[in-house]
């Protein structure tokens, strides 16, 4: 048994402490924790930091997943939507995901009182999958401009989301002009 298979069943034990249903998946030496709601999120993470025998100080990314037309979504009661987060540990040498599914209605809490970086990582994530970070100290568009959205339903676009169009939706954002189509040379 290898050093960081010892390592990931202590670090399986303080994950089932505070949920107790998490689901470990392993593949290629990579460990994935998986949750069936966000609503112990704050102390599950909480603890993968504080606890002795983690030590997850760093967070490296979070992320979505966007599941609408794929085989792991055929199940209609599962969520369309998974947050993901990417935790380092610096005294350990170990990472490990947390995989968490988002409810319907994408409101999920916010994790910035455990990693001061999920601010920016939390505003990326909700700028291209629309995933509502609740409580977040300054939730706005990271890449897209504010003003991103159909002007006559309201609705903001998401280009990460499956269903937005591979060529986006005409004339809702301006693209500069293309000299190639025209042959005439830009102005620069």
């Keep these: 048994m290898s050093n960081i298979e010892i390592k990931i069943d202590a670090i399986l034990q303080v994950a089932k402490n505070i949920?107790?249903?998490?689901?470990?998946?392993?593949?290629?030496?990579?460990?994935?924790?998986?949750?069936?709601?966000?609503?112990?999120?704050?102390?599950?993470?909480?603890?993968?930091?504080?606890?002795p025998e983690t030590q997850f100080d760093s967070?490296?990314?979070i992320t979505a997943i966007d599941w609408l037309g794929s085989a792991e979504n055929k199940d209609?009661?599962?969520?369309?939507?998974?947050?993901?987060?990417?935790?380092?540990?610096?005294?350990?040498?170990?990472?490990?995901?947390?995989?968490?599914?988002?409810?319907e209605n994408l409101h999920y809490p916010t994790v910035t009182s455990v990693y001061e970086s999920a601010n920016w990582y939390e505003r990326?994530?909700?700028?291209?999958?629309?995933?509502?970070?609740?409580?977040?100290?300054?939730?706005?568009?990271?890449?897209?401009?504010e003003d991103f959205f159909d002007k006559e339903t309201g609705e903001t676009f998401h280009p990460l989301r499956k269903d937005f169009p591979v060529m986006g939706y005409p004339d809702a954002l301006p693209l500069p002009p293309y000299p190639e189509k025209t042959g005439i040379d830009p102005e620069w």
């Design 19 to 51: 949920q107790p249903n998490v689901k470990l998946i392993e593949h290629h030496n990579q460990y994935t924790f998986s949750l069936d709601s966000p609503t112990d999120i704050i102390d599950f993470l909480r603890e993968l930091k504080q606890n």
């Design 59 to 61: 967070l490296l990314d």
């Design 76 to 103: 209609t009661s599962a969520a369309r939507f998974e947050v993901v987060y990417f935790l380092y540990s610096n005294k350990f040498k170990h990472r490990v995901r947390v995989k968490v599914p988002v409810p």
């Design 124 to 145: 990326e994530t909700y700028d291209m999958y629309g995933i509502i970070f609740d409580e977040h100290p300054d939730l706005r568009r990271f890449y897209m401009p």
